[in-house]
């Protein structure tokens, strides 16, 4: 319900400015319209490339070159990587989660999410149309300097650690794959749960729990589907299956 | 520009699913999940921001730049930039024709920087993905630079 409670204040908004103020409530809406286009086109991009990150970029590349260590030749990476990327600041987010679980420093997130913001290529040109190359080019390099400056400060105040506790329990609250696990050490890959719930199990060298896991929330309110899998769980032989589930 | 992105994603995304079809739908719905609990705030978001740009005139953009006080137009049009968000392509012309009428370039910088490094209206977002500590001192810090950045290019634009 908490997630709702900004759109239901917004809707309201919105009626009383449309009953009350017809013409500032279609500007309004004609602005919003501008920005939820943007937002379409660029979040699939997004989802892509977050879950492109996820697969196939070692842990170690990113702490290597990216990581605590990787120093002035990280930073450059950092604003490269921030400076071609496109759309609005809400879009670095979810690349820079997954950066971060895979080893990025603080210094270089703030980096990459500022530069996402400022040092964009297409608007450098658009800036020296209108303002004068002289005046963009020493924006730009104030910009830069001030950026790598504010990341080497920033990891001074927050440290990864406080980063990575949320990020967890903020996952505890969303994924509920958290509720299902298999215990890969004592698993013995007899193939009773792939068998029993094809559609939930999966085997590909080892036991994986298959992406249907996103619905489970609506599965669990079926009552039929949370007794085949209690009866699953049960029938492993070395109850490998870790289940926490909270259910009357 | 887009569309190439959508291009290269769309062929990027088929190679991984060829090559690594369970990894890549599992980080997939991994992606979704996440992204999806963002939206809901990010349009609730967007729609404040069309309705505060709407309050939001021109005229009043250039009041603050053009105040006669250096330091506190300064201040103002960093405030300023923080808490609006206008599209960048538009922010250009509209601060080129203030500096054409005169105002003083200084506002004008520190409010062409906050408008895309700090954040109060995308605030929220960025607090549930990273926390409140991490949040506060990216954008406290973007704030403070934007400031300094505007003075020392005031120094060698001068």
């Not at chain 1, 409530?25 to 989802?47: A, C, R």
């Not at chain 1, 290597?64 to 990327?85: A, D, F, R, W, Y």
């Not at chain 1, 080892?206 to 619905?215: D, G, S």
Request: overall charge positive; some cysteine.
């Amino acid at each position: 319900m908490k997630k709702f409670r900004l759109l239901i204040f917004v809707a309201i908004l919105y009626v009383g400015l449309l009953v009350f103020f017809p013409a500032k409530g279609q500007e309004s809406l004609f602005n919003t319209w501008y920005y939820i286009k943007e937002m379409l086109e660029i979040m699939p991009v997004i989802l892509v490339l977050t879950a492109l990150i996820e697969v196939w970029v070692p842990k170690p590349f990113i702490e290597q070159h990216l990581g605590e260590t990787s120093g002035l030749k990280g930073n450059v990476m950092s604003i490269i990587l921030g400076s071609i990327s496109a759309g609005p600041i809400y879009a670095a987010f979810p690349i820079s989660l997954s950066l971060i679980k895979k080893g990025i420093s603080i210094e270089n997130i703030v980096i990459i999410i500022s530069a996402w913001a400022v040092v964009k290529i297409p608007m450098l040109a658009n800036e020296a149309k209108f303002l004068g190359l002289k005046f963009m080019s020493i924006r730009w390099v104030c910009t830069v300097i001030a950026i790598v400056i504010m990341g080497r400060i920033a990891k001074r105040f927050v440290s990864k650690n406080d980063v990575l506790e949320h990020i967890k329990s903020q996952e505890h609250e969303h994924l509920v794959s958290e509720k299902i696990q298999i215990n890969e050490k004592t698993c013995v890959k007899c193939m009773l749960c792939v068998k029993a719930m094809p559609e939930l199990f999966e085997y590909n060298g080892k036991m994986l729990i298959t992406p249907l896991l996103e619905e489970i929330d609506t599965k669990l309110i079926d009552a039929d589907f949370v007794q085949r899998l209690r009866d699953t769980v049960n029938r492993c032989p070395i109850k490998a299956i870790e289940m926490q589930l909270n259910l009357e | 520009m887009t569309m190439g992105l959508w291009g290269v994603s769309l062929i990027a995304i088929l190679f991984s699913l060829y090559k690594k079809p369970l990894e890549t739908k599992s980080a997939l719905g991994m992606a979704s999940k996440m992204i999806k609990n963002m939206l809901l705030q990010i349009v609730g978001i967007l729609f404040l921001i069309g309705f505060m740009l709407s309050m939001l005139p021109p005229e009043l953009i250039k009041g603050v730049l053009g105040s006669s006080n250096q330091l506190f137009s300064t201040v103002a049009g960093a405030l300023l930039g923080s808490i609006t968000i206008i599209p960048a392509f538009v922010a250009f012309p509209l601060v080129a024709s203030f500096l054409k009428l005169g105002a003083s370039v200084l506002p004008a910088i520190a409010f062409l920087t906050t408008l895309t490094m700090v954040g109060i209206a995308t605030f929220p977002i960025e607090k549930e993905a990273f926390g409140l500590k991490f949040t506060l001192v990216r954008n406290g810090l973007s704030f403070v630079f934007a400031i300094i950045i505007a003075f020392s290019m005031g120094v060698i634009l001068r």
